[in-house]
Every structure is written in structure tokens, then in C-alpha cells.
């Protein structure tokens, strides 16, 4: 006679396909390293995110112009040291040409509001409150009372402590930009040798699969950063429709040319881009319009490229939806600063090619 399953069994012979069914379903076990890759990766990106300043914007700038130099020392057989050291020396003119022509033109305006720096603050405060004054207790506050008040607490801010932060803070930046040109020129001459470098730190059982990565992600980076080069070409055009035939500001164009290199750097350039031209602004208003003109120029400027064609365009460049971006630029912001910022689409990117090389060979 046959033996037939106790009662006892037949719960295990049914437990068993829900735990099949659970297991198809976790993840496979070399998202453990991921993990924890990414981890430290972040760790190390939010204490070291000041210093890494330089080192991320050589290397995005070099990988940008690398398939540049590749082109003309396939097409021309000059030794490719030499075709990067040209690149380099073209980046540099270009960047000192705007320098030349772009500072002067700054450092006078700045020198004109910073010498009557009462009459903008007041001509502003005005455009903003116009003839409205504030009952606070005792005190009425008018336009001119307010800007009193603001140009005393500037006054009362230049304190020695904070003039030498300043001055600090101007050197590690003078200091920093001479870096990136170092940098990147390392990173042009020795682009193949980096890459190598890198992808030996992985390790030897997980090779094949970081090509795979990187075969996947480079033309993702590739059309995002073409995605930056179309924002940046807006940018300089609206910047030039705002300012120079609307509010018909001397000196449009370079102000435009500034706008748009300035939006390489986020937060940072936008933020002086908006300074410089607003400076120009108050001191060319004949009026309060004027300045409420240019307020209003600056609100949609920025609204159309932060929140309308930066994520439109980035989105759609890298096969991202443009919500995903807005939030990879915020949280990245406020993570990890500027250099969170630049690197906050390509680190999705990074991570959504990695998910795919791995569950597409999940069992």
C-alpha cells in the first residue's frame, strides 16, 4: 500500500510556489554592491563636494570636446596631443575674449550703482512700494525711509571678519578657475588612459557587464549634453530679446552671450548672469517701470528655462520625463550643491542604464 501525503505535508507542497513567486520577485544579489557603491558614492560627493567643484567641471567640459579631438586626429594624423593642446588653447581664447570684452563693461557699471548706491537701492525700493507708505507702531515707513534703513545695514555689515571671508572666498575661486584649465587639459590629453583606469576599478567578474554600461550610456550623456548646448543657445537668445529689444539696455548682446555661457553653471551663473544685468538695469531706468520691467523679464527668463524648456528639452534629450529632471536637479541642489546640480541628470542616468544592464540578466 502506498504511502499518501500526511496533512502535514500538503501545506509545505503549497507554501512552496508563493515562495518561488517571492523569489522572482527580490532583486538580484548584485544590486548589493550597487547599493552600497552608491552609498559611499554620495557620502564621499556631500563632504567633498566644494573641492570636487573644479575636477567635475574639467571633466564634463573635457568629455564634451573629447569626440572633437578624436574626429580631427583620425581626419588630420597629427599626433593627438597636439589636437588637444589646440582644443584647449581654442576654449581658453574663447573664455578670454569673453573676459576682455565682457569684464570692463561689468566692472563700470558696478563701479556707477556702487558710487550712487543709495539712489538705486531708493530708485528700486520706490519701483517696488511706488508712493505707499507702512504704519509700524510709531514709525511710518516710506521708500526712501526703507532704502535708509537698507543702506545702514550694509554699512553695518562691511565688518573686517567678513571683508577677509570675502577675500578668501575670491582667491579659492581665482585659484579654482586656474585649476579647471589644468585639469582639463590632463583630462584631454589622457582621456583613453582614464577611462582604462576606471574601469579597472572594477572588479574583474563585473567587467563585462561595466562595458555594457558604458557602451549603453555614453550616447544617453552624449544627447544630454547636446540638451545643455540648445538650453544655453535659448537662453542667449531670449536673454537678447529681453533685454536688448525690449527693454532696450546699452551693451544687450554681451549680456546675452554672458546669460548664456552663465547657465553652464547652475544656481551660481544664472544668479550672476541676473546681477549684472539687473545692475545695468538700475542704472539705466528712467523710471519705475522700468526697473518693474526688467523684474518681470528676469521671473519669466528663468520660469521658461527652470521650469518649461530645461526640462523639456534635457528630458527629452536623455529619454527622461521632464518631471524626473526637475527633481533631479533640486535634490541634487540640495544635497550635494553646485556639483550635485551638474551631476544630478547624468547620475540618474547612470543608475537607470545600470538597473537595466542588471535586470535584463536577472534569472
Known amino acids: ?116 548706491l543709495h539712489r538705486a537701492v531708493a530708485d528700486f525700493v520706490r519701483a517696488v512700494m511706488g508712493t505707499h507708505s507702512l504704519q509700524l507702531g510709531d514709525s511710518k515707513l516710506d521708500a526712501q525711509r526703507v532704502a535708509d534703513l537698507i543702506i545702514a545695514g550694509l554699512e553695518r555689515q562691511q565688518t573686517p571678519a567678513q571683508l577677509m571671508m570675502l577675500v578668501g572666498w575670491a582667491a579659492a575661486a581665482a585659484f579654482g578657475f586656474m585649476l579647471v584649465w589644468v585639469l582639463m587639459g590632463y583630462f584631454l590629453l589622457d582621456a583613453r588612459a582614464i577611462a582604462a583606469g576606471l574601469l579597472w576599478l572594477v572588479p574583474p567578474g563585473k567587467r563585462a557587464d561595466a562595458e555594457r554600461i558604458s557602451h549603453e550610456l555614453d550616447p544617453l550623456l552624449r544627447r544630454y549634453f547636446l540638451g545643455v548646448a540648445l538650453v544655453v543657445a535659448y537662453a542667449t537668445a531670449a536673454a537678447y530679446l529681453g533685454l536688448g529689444i525690449v527693454l532696450g539696455l546699452h551693451h544687450a548682446l554681451l549680456l546675452a552671450l554672458l546669460t548664456g555661457v552663465l547657465e553652464i553653471v547652475p544656481v551660481i551663473g544664472p544668479l550672476a548672469a541676473a546681477v549684472m544685468a539687473g545692475l545695468m538695469a538700475v542704472q539705466q531706468a528712467a523710471s519705475a517701470a522700468d526697473i518693474w520691467a526688467y523684474v518681470g523679464y528676469a521671473t519669466v527668463l528663468r520660469l521658461s528655462i527652470d521650469q518649461l524648456v530645461g526640462p523639456l528639452v534635457l528630458g527629452k534629450a536623455a529619454r527622461v520625463h521632464p518631471v524626473v529632471v526637475i527633481l533631479c536637479f533640486l535634490a541634487g541642489g540640495a544635497l550635494f550643491g553646485i556639483v550635485g546640480m551638474i551631476l544630478a541628470v547624468p547620475g540618474a542616468l547612470l543608475v537607470k542604464v545600470t538597473l537595466s544592464v542588471l535586470y535584463r540578466e536577472a534569472p
Not at 581658453?92 to 556707477?112: I, W
Open 1 to 116: 500500500m502506498s504511502a499518501r501525503p500526511g496533512p502535514d505535508r500538503e501545506p509545505q507542497r503549497e507554501r512552496a510556489p508563493h515562495r518561488d513567486r517571492w523569489a522572482m520577485l527580490a532583486p538580484p544579489r548584485s544590486l548589493a554592491p550597487l547599493a552600497v557603491a552608491i552609498a559611499a558614492g554620495a557620502l564621499l560627493l556631500h563632504e567633498l563636494q566644494n573641492v570636487l567643484l573644479p575636477f567635475v567641471i574639467a571633466a564634463v567640459t573635457a568629455y564634451v570636446c573629447v569626440p572633437l579631438v578624436e574626429v580631427v586626429t583620425a581626419r588630420t594624423r597629427l599626433p593627438r596631443w597636439t589636437v588637444a593642446l589646440c582644443v584647449l588653447a581654442c576654449l581658453m581664447g574663447s573664455c578670454a575674449l569673453l573676459g576682455y570684452f565682457g569684464l570692463p563693461t561689468l566692472v563700470r557699471q558696478v563701479q556707477a550703482v556702487a558710487g550712487d
